[in-house]
């Protein structure tokens, strides 16, 4: 679905459903006196923004085209003669270079025929990844005196008032779209009301039982922040209550009043008592807004202003308001979504992984696994220490391509298949054979490949024997008693690739004191800032440093050195198995 902006002309452009040119702000666009223009990114072959493609132009910026402007929909449709060295259309391609939601500054237009003469304010807001809108404000002075003692339910001019709506609408949508992260966007929503529009908001959202649950408050003031969170926690608004935050989220319809105990304590039915456990003074006046789209209310932003130094909130409040609450809407249920889909694949990541480490006699065990990305993706690395034998331990660390719940699945396959065969096969070649099979059974379109280290243990007088195989995996690391360090195992073939693999099981005596260090490539492959990765290299100097250590403290040191090469979370995922002789 699309709509256009009204009476664009030859400006007109199709804008999306979510796009900034719809309801109230299509109309702030084309009253305001200021040029305003959306433009979209022409980026090059390295997918820099190198120019912009006009998509849509007010009737302020539309009269004040220089002759020979390309049109609407052109390359770099310019509304104005372009200054000497080019500042604004820089600014604009800098912010949409960059993590930078918006820039400004002032600029003179060059000759004659500019579409002012004076100097300018200018203001580009990035609406997404390609999108930018500019503002060409009133001149330096002007604009000072349009913000001279503004406030929350101010005087300011017509204009001054449109184009603070179009600012504060501006800013907002900047705001929203900047964090995924579900608590970081509530906050959001009630931060982009104060101070400009009220000194205060409340945030209800309508949680997994059906009851309005405060999501996040602002105030400007602490003390009147702490007052109204005391209120919304005493008693929390009821769906079924007459008037307030419950029944403009069951209505859809706003509501208004000088007196915001009303609105967040619940309304009584017909005939019942109404008390209110705490009432701020002075009575701030508020205003609630549902919040949602397409016809479905996901909860309310309450509204409030002082008692004193601020007008009540009127019909012109109510539509910027309902506005900012229609644009918050979609942030929202992303910020939700995106929780809900970290929680699934933290749960699912889990359920491949082993609940707790087995308490094996003679041996301690210590691992840790980490998700790439921050946790938003499901990884295929994994690791496993389960009986498989009367005195046989086996211990398996892996590696499936891919990330997303096609390599979580294949995880699971691995991981059953080792365990299932390993309870009658003792070599653990023979393990990895099994494994491979299962891989090529797996249909076409869902085959994957993956790197497996596989080892069975087996207490030989003070010591264990040690018997392992590779299927294409990083050797694992021994330190031994004295400090020494050498990769121990033989290559083999990469599994769930051919029929036939070549794979070789080695064995190792390992005594008291020895440690047997198993990684994925997550490890070794994290890089610096520079480009620089850890290396097998920096797993031995690890180990080094660590001789005589545990294996909880092995691997602990481990993480901190991965953290050290870089701070961010690490792009892969990865897993690490420290098995220590006693």
């Given at each position: 679905?699309?709509?256009?902006?009204?009476?664009?002309?030859?400006?007109?452009?199709?804008?999306?459903?979510?796009?900034?040119?719809?309801?109230?702000?299509?109309?702030?666009?084309?009253?305001?006196?200021?040029?305003?223009?959306?433009?979209?990114?022409?980026?090059?072959?390295?997918?820099?923004?190198?120019?912009?493609?006009?998509?849509?132009?007010?009737?302020?910026?539309?009269?004040?085209?220089?002759?020979?402007?390309?049109?609407?929909?052109?390359?770099?449709?310019?509304?104005?003669?372009?200054?000497?060295?080019?500042?604004?259309?820089?600014?604009?391609?800098?912010?949409?270079?960059?993590?930078?939601?918006?820039?400004?500054?002032?600029?003179?237009?060059?000759?004659?025929?500019?579409?002012?003469?004076?100097?300018?304010?200018?203001?580009?807001?990035?609406?997404?990844?390609?999108?930018?809108?500019?503002?060409?404000?009133?001149?330096?002075?002007?604009?000072?005196?349009?913000?001279?003692?503004?406030?929350?339910?101010?005087?300011?001019?017509?204009?001054?008032?449109?184009?603070?709506?179009?600012?504060?609408?501006?800013?907002?949508?900047?705001?929203?779209?900047?964090?995924?992260?579900?608590?970081?966007?509530?906050?959001?929503?009630?931060?982009?009301?104060?101070?400009?529009?009220?000194?205060?908001?409340?945030?209800?959202?309508?949680?997994?039982?059906?009851?309005?649950?405060?999501?996040?408050?602002?105030?400007?003031?602490?003390?009147?922040?702490?007052?109204?969170?005391?209120?919304?926690?005493?008693?929390?608004?009821?769906?079924?209550?007459?008037?307030?935050?419950?029944?403009?989220?069951?209505?859809?319809?706003?509501?208004?009043?000088?007196?915001?105990?009303?609105?967040?304590?619940?309304?009584?039915?017909?005939?019942?008592?109404?008390?209110?456990?705490?009432?701020?003074?002075?009575?701030?006046?508020?205003?609630?807004?549902?919040?949602?789209?397409?016809?479905?209310?996901?909860?309310?932003?309450?509204?409030?202003?002082?008692?004193?130094?601020?007008?009540?909130?009127?019909?012109?409040?109510?539509?910027?308001?309902?506005?900012?609450?229609?644009?918050?809407?979609?942030?929202?249920?992303?910020?939700?979504?995106?929780?809900?889909?970290?929680?699934?694949?933290?749960?699912?990541?889990?359920?491949?992984?082993?609940?707790?480490?087995?308490?094996?006699?003679?041996?301690?065990?210590?691992?840790?696994?980490?998700?790439?990305?921050?946790?938003?993706?499901?990884?295929?690395?994994?690791?496993?220490?389960?009986?498989?034998?009367?005195?046989?331990?086996?211990?398996?660390?892996?590696?499936?391509?891919?990330?997303?719940?096609?390599?979580?699945?294949?995880?699971?396959?691995?991981?059953?298949?080792?365990?299932?065969?390993?309870?009658?096969?003792?070599?653990?070649?023979?393990?990895?054979?099994?494994?491979?099979?299962?891989?090529l059974d797996e249909p076409a379109p869902a085959r994957r490949f993956c790197t497996t280290a596989c080892a069975t243990l087996r207490p030989d007088g003070s010591g264990m024997r040690l018997a392992l195989a590779l299927g294409g995996h990083p050797h694992p690391l021994l330190r031994r008693s004295d400090g020494t360090v050498v990769p121990v195992g033989h290559p083999g073939t990469l599994l769930g690739v051919v029929d036939e693999p070549r794979l070789r099981t080695v064995h190792h005596t390992l005594g008291p004191g020895d440690l047997l260090l198993f990684y994925?490539?997550?490890?070794?492959?994290?890089?610096?800032?520079?480009?620089?990765?850890?290396?097998?290299?920096?797993?031995?100097?690890?180990?080094?440093?660590?001789?005589?250590?545990?294996?909880?403290?092995?691997?602990?040191?481990?993480?901190?050195?991965?953290?050290?090469?870089?701070?961010?979370?690490?792009?892969?995922?990865?897993?690490?198995?420290?098995?220590?002789?006693?």
């Amino acid at each position: 679905m699309t709509t256009a902006v009204p009476g664009a002309e030859d400006g007109r452009a199709d804008a999306s459903e979510d796009g900034p040119t719809d309801g109230l702000l299509a109309g702030a666009f084309e009253l305001l006196p200021d040029a305003v223009s959306i433009s979209v990114a022409v980026r090059d072959a390295d997918g820099r923004a190198v120019d912009l493609c006009l998509e849509y132009a007010n009737a302020a910026a539309r009269s004040g085209r220089t002759a020979g402007a390309a049109p609407a929909g052109g390359p770099r449709g310019d509304l104005w003669s372009r200054t000497a060295d080019d500042g604004v259309l820089a600014a604009c391609l800098d912010v949409l270079n960059t993590d930078r939601p918006e820039g400004h500054g002032v600029f003179t237009p060059a000759g004659e025929g500019a579409h002012r003469t004076a100097d300018r304010e200018y203001r580009a807001f990035r609406l997404g990844k390609d999108r930018l809108l500019l503002v060409l404000c009133a001149d330096r002075r002007t604009r000072a005196e349009e913000r001279t003692g503004a406030r929350p339910g101010g005087d300011a001019s017509s204009g001054g008032d449109d184009r603070e709506r179009l600012r504060i609408l501006a800013d907002a949508g900047a705001v929203l779209g900047s964090s995924l992260d579900r608590g970081a966007t509530m906050d959001a929503v009630a931060d982009s009301v104060v101070p400009d529009v009220a000194d205060g908001c409340l945030l209800y959202l309508v949680d997994d039982t059906g009851l309005p649950a405060l999501a996040a408050l602002a105030h400007r003031d602490p003390l009147r922040r702490r007052e109204l969170r005391d209120l919304a926690e005493a008693s929390p608004p009821h769906p079924d209550s007459e008037g307030g935050v419950g029944a403009v989220i069951r209505t859809g319809r706003h509501e208004r009043g000088a007196d915001v105990a009303r609105a967040l304590v619940p309304s009584p039915h017909a005939g019942e008592d109404r008390r209110v456990p705490h009432r701020p003074a002075p009575a701030d006046s508020w205003l609630a807004v549902p919040v949602g789209r397409s016809g479905t209310v996901i909860g309310a932003m309450v509204l409030v202003r002082a008692a004193s130094g601020s007008s009540p909130f009127t019909e012109e409040d109510v539509a910027l308001a309902r506005e900012l609450s229609h644009r918050a809407a979609p942030a929202i249920r992303n910020a939700h979504r995106h929780a809900e889909q970290a929680e699934v694949a933290r749960r699912l990541q889990e359920s491949l992984l082993p609940r707790a480490l087995p308490d094996v006699p003679g041996l301690e065990l210590s691992a840790r696994h980490r998700p790439g990305e921050k946790g938003t993706l499901m990884g295929g690395d994994f690791y496993d220490v389960f009986p498989s034998g009367p005195r046989d331990w086996t211990v398996t660390v892996g590696d499936v391509a891919g990330k997303g719940p096609g390599a979580a699945a294949l995880t699971g396959l691995v991981r059953h298949t080792v365990r299932a065969v390993g309870r009658s096969a003792a070599d653990p070649a023979d393990l990895l054979r099994a494994v491979n099979t299962a891989l090529l059974d797996e249909p076409a379109p869902a085959r994957r490949f993956c790197t497996t280290a596989c080892a069975t243990l087996r207490p030989d007088g003070s010591g264990m024997r040690l018997a392992l195989a590779l299927g294409g995996h990083p050797h694992p690391l021994l330190r031994r008693s004295d400090g020494t360090v050498v990769p121990v195992g033989h290559p083999g073939t990469l599994l769930g690739v051919v029929d036939e693999p070549r794979l070789r099981t080695v064995h190792h005596t390992l005594g008291p004191g020895d440690l047997l260090l198993f990684y994925t490539d997550g490890v070794t492959e994290h890089r610096s800032d520079d480009g620089v990765m850890l290396g097998e290299a920096g797993l031995h100097a690890v180990l080094t440093r660590t001789a005589g250590a545990s294996a909880e403290a092995t691997v602990r040191l481990l993480e901190e050195e991965i953290a050290a090469h870089d701070p961010r979370a690490p792009t892969d995922d990865f897993a690490v198995l420290a098995v220590l002789v006693r």
